[in-house]
T-cell receptor
Framework: DARVTQTPRDKVTEMGQEVTMRCQPI?????VFWYRQTMMQGLELLAY????????DSGMPKDRFSAEMPDATLATLKIQPSEPRDSAVYFC?????????????FGEGSRLTVL | RKEVEQDPGPFNVPEGATVAFNCTYS??????FFWYRQDCRKEPKLLMS???SGNEDGRFTAQLNRASQYISLLIRDSKLSDSATYLC???????????FGAGTRLAVHP
């Protein structure tokens, strides 16, 4: 079964440390999304890419977050420096890019705890 | 105001019950609508699309009211396995940019 793969699954770090989360989208999918989920806010869209180009990162705090797609098989989300309020589950999702089919395939998420 | 609003619940219902969830969205230019399901500590997965004329998938019925900017999901004959969080999702623009509601939690008990 093709699936979106995310690493790490769980990360505990201390405030001020750099955190990098990685995502391998499904082969052939040309849209990639990063979402953050917390109990209070639900799923928030942080950034998304089409054909590796960033289309929208307006949901992302620019001072500390950055998202990139160095190649078609890897998307990264970096937080530097991390803060306790960044604690959340970060989901990567990919889609085939056909307009409005609605189906995004999510990875299992990276659970981040910043102490 | 959030773009997609849902009652967080929880909805606690017995097996066999019929339960309905509602959702409102703020962007009148929204083009496509969906329901996703998320099990505890799992990733969201597409449950069904929502079409203007309404649509059914087995025990699940979805409705859309564009004039009122309102989406609903009806589950008939609830099963224990339906216990999950149901996320209302709206697409505003191309490239599948999906905006998620915070979800409505459903607990079905014996």
């Amino acid at each position: 079964d093709a699936r979106v793969t995310q690493t790490p699954r769980d990360k505990v770090t201390e405030m001020g440390q750099e955190v990098t989360m990685r995502c391998q989208p499904i082969l052939g999918h040309n849209t990639v999304f990063w979402y953050r989920q917390t109990m209070m806010q639900g799923l928030e869209l942080l950034a998304y890419f089409r054909n590796r180009a960033p289309l929208d990162d307006s949901g992302m705090p620019k001072d500390r977050f950055s998202a990139e797609m160095p190649d078609a098989t890897l998307a990264t989300l970096k937080i530097q420096p991390s803060e306790p309020r960044d604690s959340a589950v970060y989901f990567c999702a990919s889609g085939p890019g056909t307009a409005n089919t609605g189906e995004l395939f999510f990875g299992e998420g990276s659970r981040l705890t910043v102490l | 105001r959030k773009e997609v609003e849902q009652d967080p619940g929880p909805f606690n219902v017995p097996e066999g019950a019929t339960v309905a969830f509602n959702c409102t969205y703020s962007n009148s230019a929204s083009q496509s609508f969906f329901w996703y399901r998320q099990d505890c500590r799992k990733e969201p997965k597409l449950l069904m699309s929502v079409y203007s004329s309404g649509n059914e998938d087995g025990r699940f019925t979805a409705q859309l009211n564009r004039a009122s900017q309102y989406i609903s999901l009806l589950i008939r004959d609830s099963k224990l396995s339906d216990s999950a969080t149901y996320l209302c999702v709206v697409s505003t623009g191309g490239y599948n940019k999906l905006i998620f509601g915070a979800g409505t939690r459903l607990a079905v008990h014996p």
